[in-house]
Structure formats: structure tokens, C-alpha cells
């Protein structure tokens, strides 16, 4: 098992500094923006994804916690079933232009799941995606709006995300496994 | 639902402090909660509590179960188990079929094993099954590969019940750890209270029971010392002094022909919660009923709709707790 650091602190904050930039370029009047951060680590980058626009247009903008864990294909065929946290959501999400948060894009299943999760709470405007890492390998026809940085990596390697508010440490690595069970 | 919803929500945003995981949960089967672990009953609060945002919103549905089909089989009457049962089902969109034996082949004679058997060909994933014989959902898992919930046999076991009325003092209490609860009433045929008895004193609380002692299960006046958190008080005063929690339970009338009672007068004289017993527990204390209620027999009117009442939010928590049962059950393996 080898270790590569992909992303140090610093590159996690100008990163993500940038990402809120094309955000606020992007959707001309924010007054309709909400971030909703995918539990477990996409809701520490929404969250401070919404304290840099805030920063940079004194505005505040309103952050959901979105769990996926009922929205899931693949229940049964888990061997460790996910344990469903709350969904939070503090506005009604209609006519809004959502920002859907993660931290890695993967397979896309995550997002397809976040989606018709957004869509059972009502009917946003728009849904946009941005993540702090890609890594390719897509299973479904999903595209992020924002993007950290693109990783290429293999299936057999795995890319371990870590942010001080759940892990005590802000970093991004690669992790080469050979032979190593195929996540997600 | 809505004003009370809005106190048990935990801080916005934040993350449990405790890692859990769903390899906590053992069960393939809900029998009774003699065989939980405070770790498991934590689970089932923790999914509960992400059940419930979903019960809050304007379309209380989720894709979860698609595809599954949940049996209710039922032996019994029954309004808010049943149903409760039926919603958390179709809140998750499994198919529900309901059966009851009083309308099925059973009045033709078909034995227990048999109809069962029936519902598994039929391609039942969960049976959730009210029985008057004490056991024999336990019959039903020896015979059976699909998951057996227990909702109720005879005067044995009522664990999803007991989980509901845990889960709704847990949401107003904080914890359970070191509460006292006291039940009151027609314990020797309640399966909520054995159930219970089971479930507070795993989460740590300490269990008074107050009735007559023709009242208390055979042999339980003699052994209570084996289960020290459990005491047993026949003066409803003394029982509930200091009291935290309070179950009243239904005094099952059609049970009372064996003479364990001189009269239900005497028995409202004794027993009744009303307003001026309800003063001798903690001001803050909670009063649960599991339902039906026998209204001016074991509890007083102005006691059941009292603000310390909390009996219509455990039917509303029922739904919730029992999402969460029906989710930890299909993830699960035999």
C-alpha cells in the first residue's frame, strides 16, 4: 500500500476559494443559491464554500445537509447497510439554484441519488455540482459544474479525502491498494 | 407533530458525536428486546431520528423499499400498530398486503404454519405478526426464512412498542441512563410491559412496577430480587414519588373474569393516574399510554390530555421507529 498526497491545506483552500469564485460568477444573482453539502464530507465544503462567498459578496447563503442513504441502488447488495442521517434542508428549495456539494465524483450513483433526493424535497430551479475532487470512471452520463481537481486513478486505487471538521486534518491522497475491494 | 418536532431536532448540521455503524444491529428477526443491545436500540433511535425529517416533509415518501413486499398478519385487533406498520411501509414504498385471520383461510382452519408458509411463497421479504398465543412468532422463525417482526404475542412480547415509547422518553429526557420509570397497571397481561421492562432496564433506567399483586406476573413478587433495577410497589403513591416516567397501562377488561380483581371500581380507586397522584412524581415527568386507553379506568381524562401527556406523540413516533426497523431488516442477513 503506497500513499501520495495529493492536495495539501493550502491547495484544499485556494481550491476551494476558486470553486466559490466560478460559483458566484456563474449564477449572476445569488440571492437564489443554496449549497447542500452530501453527508458526511460534502457538508464541511459546503459549509465553508458558503463562508467564502460570503467573504467575497457579504451575502449568506443557506446550507442543507443531504444523507443519500435512502436514495441508494444498491441496499441489498451492500455488505454493511449505511446509517441514515438527517436530511436538513432550512429553506424550501423551490425555484432555488442548488449547489449540490461532495467531495469526490466518482461513478455518479452518488449524485444520481442526491438528485431525486432534491427532487422529492421540491423543484429547484437548477442543480449544479461541484466537488473538490474528480477521479473519474463515471457509470452515469453526470458532469460536474466546478471541479477541485481531476485525478485519473485506477479502480484499484483510492482516493481518501480528509478535512479537519470530520478527520482533524485537511488533505487529499491517493491510495494504491493492489488488489484491493472495489469501493462504491 | 410540527411544534414538537422542532425541540428534538439535534443542532443543525451536526454530526453524530459518536461514530455509528450498522454493524451494531444482529437481527434478522424482531422477537422481543431481551436480545438488544443498548448499541442496537441507540441504531434504531439514530435511523429514527432521520425517519422522522422524512415523516416532516410535504411528500412523505421515500424510494428505500421499492420492490419489497411487507406482510401484516394479524391474529388480533389492532388500530395504530397495524397501521403504523402499514405507513412505515409505504413511507419506504415496499408493497404492503394485510391479512386478518378473522377474513383469511384460518376461519377455515388453516394452521399457523401453513398460512405462513403461504405468505413466503408469496414472496413476503417481512411478516409483521399479531398472535394471541405467547411464542409463536418464534414458531414462525423456525419454519421460516423471511424476517419475523413481533408485533405482539399474547401477554409475551410487543418489542416494536416498546422500542416507540423508549425512543419517544429518550426524545425528551436526552437519555435514559438512571431515569425512573414506573409502570402502572395490568402488568401480569401486558406485553408492552414486559417488553419495556426489558428495554429500560438495558438502556439503563430502573423499573418500578405498581399494581395489585394479583396483577404482577406469576412469580415475578417472589424473584425480583434477581433483577435489581426492577422494584415492585403496590401503593401507587409511594411508586410514583419521584417518577420521571410514567406508563399507564390499559387494564385489558375482556382478561378479568378470573377473579383477580373485586371490582374495577376498587381497581380505579387503587390505581386510576389521576391529577393528584400524577403531583407526587417530577414535575417534568412524562406520562405514556400504549393504547387503547380505558379513559377514566387506569387514567384519568385530565391526566391522558394533561401537557405532560405525551401519548399521541408516540403513536407519531411509532411510524418513525418502525421505518427504521423495517430499513435495518432488509439489510439483513439470516
Same mark, same amino acid.
Not at chain 1, 90 to 94: A, G, L
Not at chain 2, 213 to 218: E, M, R
Not at chain 2, 279 to 284: I, L, N, Q, T
Given at each position: 500500500m503506497s500513499k501520495k498526497i495529493i492536495m495539501t491545506p493550502e491547495d484544499i483552500r485556494q481550491t476551494l476559494a476558486r470553486i466559490a469564485h466560478e460559483i458566484i460568477e456563474r449564477n449572476?444573482? +445569488?440571492?437564489h443559491l443554496i449549497l447542500v453539502g452530501m453527508r458526511t464530507r460534502g457538508l464541511p465544503l459546503a459549509k465553508r464554500l458558503a463562508a467564502y462567498i460570503e467573504d467575497f459578496e457579504k451575502l449568506k447563503i443557506p446550507v442543507g445537509a443531504l444523507d443519500i442513504s435512502l436514495y441508494r441502488d444498491d441496499l441489498t447488495s451492500l455488505n454493511l447497510q449505511p446509517v441514515v442521517k438527517r436530511t436538513d434542508i432550512?429553506?424550501? +428549495?423551490?425555484d432555488k439554484a442548488i449547489v449540490l456539494v461532495d467531495d469526490v465524483l466518482y461513478t455518479g450513483r452518488s449524485t444520481r441519488a442526491a438528485m431525486d433526493a432534491l427532487i422529492d424535497l421540491g423543484r429547484p430551479q437548477s442543480i449544479q455540482l461541484a466537488v473538490l475532487v474528480d477521479r473519474g470512471h463515471r457509470e452515469l452520463p453526470i458532469r460536474a459544474n466546478y471541479v477541485g481537481k481531476n485525478i485519473p486513478s485506477s479502480r484499484h486505487e483510492e482516493i481518501q479525502v480528509q478535512l479537519e471538521?470530520?478527520?482533524?486534518i485537511d488533505e487529499v491522497a491517493i491510495i494504491s491498494m493492489p488488489a484491493a475491494k472495489e469501493r462504491q | 407533530m410540527r411544534t414538537t418536532?422542532?425541540?428534538?431536532?439535534?443542532?443543525?448540521l451536526m454530526e453524530p458525536k459518536a461514530a455509528v455503524t450498522t454493524s451494531a444491529w444482529q437481527h434478522?428477526?424482531?422477537?422481543?428486546?431481551?436480545?438488544?443491545?443498548p448499541e442496537e436500540i441507540e441504531l434504531v433511535f439514530h435511523i429514527a431520528d432521520a425517519m422522522k425529517e422524512v415523516l416532516s416533509r410535504? +411528500?412523505? /415518501?421515500?424510494?428505500?423499499?421499492?420492490?419489497k413486499t411487507i406482510i401484516t398478519l394479524f391474529y388480533e385487533p389492532s388500530t395504530r400498530t397495524r397501521l403504523s406498520f402499514e405507513l412505515a411501509a409505504k413511507n419506504l414504498s415496499a408493497d404492503v398486503l394485510n391479512l386478518s385471520a378473522s377474513t383469511s383461510s384460518v376461519t377455515k382452519g388453516e394452521s399457523l404454519v401453513d398460512t405462513l408458509g403461504t405468505l413466503e411463497a408469496l414472496g413476503a421479504d417481512i411478516v409483521v405478526m399479531r398472535h394471541p398465543q405467547s411464542g409463536a412468532p418464534y414458531i414462525a422463525t423456525k419454519y421460516l426464512k423471511v424476517s419475523i417482526v413481533n408485533a405482539g404475542d399474547g401477554w409475551h412480547a410487543h418489542p416494536t412498542q416498546a422500542l416507540l415509547d423508549l425512543y419517544t422518553i429518550g426524545k425528551h429526557k436526552?437519555?435514559? /441512563?438512571g431515569l425512573k420509570a414506573v409502570i402502572i397497571g395490568d402488568?401480569?397481561?401486558?406485553r408492552v410491559a414486559r417488553s419495556n421492562i426489558w428495554g429500560l432496564t438495558t438502556m439503563g433506567a430502573k423499573v418500578t412496577l405498581c399494581c395489585p399483586?394479583?396483577?404482577?406476573?406469576?412469580g415475578l413478587d417472589k424473584q425480583?430480587?434477581?433483577?435489581?433495577?426492577v422494584s415492585i410497589e403496590p401503593d401507587i403513591e409511594l411508586a410514583l414519588d419521584g417518577a420521571d416516567v410514567i406508563m399507564a397501562l390499559r387494564l385489558q377488561l375482556e382478561r378479568q373474569?378470573?377473579?383477580?380483581?373485586?371490582s374495577i371500581r376498587e381497581y380505579i380507586q387503587l390505581y386510576q393516574l389521576t391529577e393528584s397522584r400524577l403531583?407526587?412524581?417530577?414535575?417534568?415527568a412524562l406520562v405514556l399510554h400504549p393504547g387503547p386507553v380505558n379513559e377514566g379506568v387506569e387514567i384519568s381524562p385530565a391526566v391522558a390530555y394533561c401537557?405532560?401527556?405525551v401519548i399521541n406523540e408516540q403513536v407519531a413516533n411509532g411510524v418513525a421507529v418502525r421505518m427504521a426497523l423495517l430499513y435495518l431488516l432488509v439489510g439483513s442477513k439470516e
Open positions: 449572476k444573482t +445569488i440571492e432550512p429553506v424550501n +428549495i423551490d471538521e470530520t478527520d482533524g | 418536532q422542532r425541540k428534538d431536532e439535534p443542532t443543525l434478522h428477526h424482531i422477537l422481543d428486546l431481551d436480545d438488544f443491545t410535504p +411528500i412523505k /415518501k421515500v424510494p428505500t423499499l421499492r420492490g436526552g437519555s435514559l /441512563k402488568i401480569r397481561h401486558s399483586f394479583t396483577l404482577l406476573p406469576t425480583h430480587y434477581h433483577f435489581p433495577q373474569q378470573g377473579g383477580l380483581l373485586p403531583s407526587k412524581a417530577k414535575p417534568e401537557p405532560q401527556s
